[in-house]
């Protein structure tokens, strides 16, 4: 391939930028606060799912209790009516006396015994109410810290976007300056190293670093000025300058 010095040192103004906006995608890919907010964001949905149980924990323990204290009631409504027949003096056989007399103190022990079991289930509702309040307020405050890391997140990706819109604005002017067979082969080069092309400086190709050999910097001095050459251990596009050392 043939191409004027000129464009071919305009592929070394395409490298630059693509290193460049190789750069700046791996920093996008690599954002810290990617990953941050990923890590975070997993740990509010754990939270979440805990304050759910503890809200439904808490929610079953009403229920028990308002279950609970209406039996209580019923209990006492029912050693209330049966007081009310004791002092009423209705009940006159000395049998249907004791039997009252012996239900109303069953009653009480089974009203004792029932308002035991409210006051357990309050102190249970109310560790539960208070673990509810505990882990809502940690969902909160992360829920915050989610939402700051987003901002942050959102601000840096927005920098860096802008920077890469900037920069393949300049790529797209320096590519249009470009024949399209040279920036063909760059461009199917790129897909495989990044970079399409590499300066050969003082005898070294600046795309792998390797240093020429003395028949291969021979076969570039006796190469043609337009003639392509390519860098026989990275096969990248050799581009030619004073600083060559040719």
């Known amino acids: 391939m043939k191409a004027a010095p000129e464009a071919q040192k305009r592929l070394l ?7 460049v906006i190789h750069r700046l995608t791996h ?11 990923e890590e975070t964001s ?10 759910i149980a503890a809200e439904t924990e808490a929610g079953d323990l009403a229920r028990e209790q308002a279950k609970a204290e209406s039996d209580v009631e019923s209990v006492r409504a029912r050693a209330d009516r049966d007081q009310k027949r004791l002092d009423s003096g209705q009940v006159s056989s000395p049998k249907d006396l004791a039997n009252l007399q012996s239900e109303i103190a069953s009653l009480k022990r089974r009203q004792d015994d029932l308002e035991e079991v409210v006051l357990e289930i309050m102190e249970r509702r109310e560790a539960a109410d208070a673990q509810v309040t505990k882990l809502a307020a940690e969902r909160d405050s992360l829920a915050a810290a989610v939402a700051a890391i987003a901002e942050r997140r959102d601000a840096a990706l927005a920098e860096i976007d802008k920077e890469l819109a900037e920069v393949r604005g300049k790529r797209a ?18 897909e495989q190293y990044d970079v399409g092309a590499a300066m050969l400086q003082h005898g070294r190709c600046q795309g792998c670093k390797v ?27 050799l581009v030619r300058t004073p600083e060559s050392g040719l």
């Open 42 to 51: 997993a740990r509010l949905a754990r939270l979440a799912t805990q304050v």
């Open 13 to 19: 103004d395409l490298a630059e930028l693509d290193t």
């Open 211 to 237: 240093s020429l050999s003395i028949a291969d910097l021979n076969a570039i001095r006796a190469a043609a000025p337009d003639e392509v050459v390519r860098c026989e251990e990275c096969r990248r596009i």
């Open 173 to 190: 002017g320096v590519a249009a300056d470009i024949p399209a067979d040279l920036l063909g082969l760059y461009e199917k080069l790129r």
């Open 27 to 37: 920093r996008r890919r690599t954002l810290p606060e990617l990953a941050e907010h």
